[in-house]
Antibody, heavy 118, light 110 residues
Framework: QVQLVESGGGVVQPGRSLRLSCAAS????????MHWVRQAPGKGLDYVAV????????YYADSVKGRFTVSRDNSKNTLYLQMNNLRAEDTAFYYC???????????WGPGTLVTVSS | QSALAQPASVSGSPGQSITISCTGT?????????VSWYQQHPGKAPILLIY???KRPSGISNRFSGSKSGNTASLTISGLQAEDEAHYYC??????????FGTGTTVTVL
């Protein structure tokens, strides 16, 4: 069955960097686009980034553009989110999710918590 | 891209039907039949309930149904059960080739 597991979250000071990973299994990772979605504690879902199946055409929400980079290693079945110059407002659970082309996000990981605090 | 508008809360008694609305624009809901709905229980990841306006993934109860008219989509939960108490989010594909989420609706079973 499809499994997505995020890792790399933790507590980080403002202005510092963090890299999240999402390990995928149970499907042919290299044929699916992948997303990052975040959710601040007690708040709604906030779209972060998407990357196509081959690593081209990344897209970023305005709130993270220029600070976050999404990438993937299809040989390792792993999705990444490099987060630089972190701000307090980046504090959230970060979920990776698989793309159902045009139709939505059909499988989600359990999420990893990123806390930006001094 | 502005979030799609949902009511903050909807409630109903067991066995009743409730409907959650999701209002967007001609750049998202109004332009595509690519509306999806997600259910999220506290402390859990979202799960896909509905995609392509009205399709259900395998394993999703037929008590959940979706529809769309113009720039507004709707999720109906029939035969409301205690386990349906959760947060619900709509989403749509957009003209900038990504997705936008709704503001979220808390469903309470009275």
């Amino acid at each position: 069955q499809v499994q997505l597991v995020e890792s790399g979250g933790g507590v980080v000071q403002p202005g510092r960097s963090l890299r999240l990973s999402c390990a995928a299994s149970g499907f042919t990772f290299s044929t699916y686009g992948m997303h990052w979605v975040r959710q601040a504690p007690g708040k709604g879902l906030d779209y972060v980034a998407v990357i196509s199946y081959d690593g081209s055409k990344p897209y970023y929400a305005d709130s993270v553009k220029g600070r976050f980079t999404v990438s993937r290693d299809n040989s390792k079945n792993t999705l990444y989110l490099q987060m630089n110059n972190l701000r307090a407002e980046d504090t959230a659970f970060y979920y990776c999710a698989r793309d159902l082309p045009f139709s939505g996000l059909d499988n989600w990981g359990p999420g990893t918590l990123v806390t930006v605090s001094s | 891209q502005s979030a799609l508008a949902q009511p903050a809360s909807v409630s109903g008694s067991p066995g009743q039907s409730i409907t959650i609305s999701c209002t967007g624009t001609s750049s998202d809901i109004g332009n595509y039949n690519y509306v999806s709905w997600y259910q999220q229980h506290p402390g859990k990841a979202p799960i896909l309930l509905i995609y392509d306006v009205s399709k259900r993934p395998s394993g999703i109860s037929n008590r959940f149904s979706g529809s769309k008219s113009g720039n507004t989509a709707s999720l109906t939960i029939s035969g409301l059960q205690a386990e349906d108490e959760a947060h619900y989010y709509c989403s749509s594909y957009t003209t900038i080739s990504t997705y936008v989420f709704g503001t979220g609706t808390t469903v309470t079973v009275l």
